[in-house]
Nanobody
């Protein structure tokens, strides 16, 4: 059972990246998926989450309107489209899976990191000119 986050890299301010979260050993379609990030010297921060069906999403205030979470259950993959990136978005980004009964897709799903039972290894996003 493994989650694999990918797609990070170096991008200039105002640029875009798309992160992917792929699962192996299990299917993602049962789970709520969240994206979290941790910048150097800072605490982990919840970024966005999506319901198992993809019908509900939630994003943190800091990224709302710039980041979009989506999922393709047929591909067993969840995406985080990041636009208009800012230097303060620099962080290691992690995806994680939670059982649907554990939390609601809303503010709770980006705050209750302890409810996520599977975590990916992280992908580094660096926003710099």
């Amino acid at each position: 059972v493994q989650l694999q986050a990918s797609g990070g890299g170096l991008v200039q301010p105002g640029g875009s990246l798309r992160l992917s979260c792929a699962a192996s050993g299990f299917t993602l379609d049962y789970y709520i998926i969240g994206w979290f990030r941790q910048a150097p010297g800072k605490e982990r921060e919840g970024v966005s989450c999506i319901s198992s069906s993809g019908s509900s999403t939630y994003a943190a205030d800091s990224v709302r309107g710039r980041f979009t979470i989506s999922r393709d259950n047929a591909e067993n993959t969840v995406y985080l489209e990041m636009n208009n990136l800012k230097p303060e978005d620099t962080a290691v980004y992690y995806c994680a899976a939670a059982r649907p009964g554990a939390l609601r897709v809303g503010a709770q799903c980006i705050r209750a990191a302890w409810e996520y039972i599977f975590w990916g290894q992280g992908t580094l996003v660096t926003v710099s000119s």
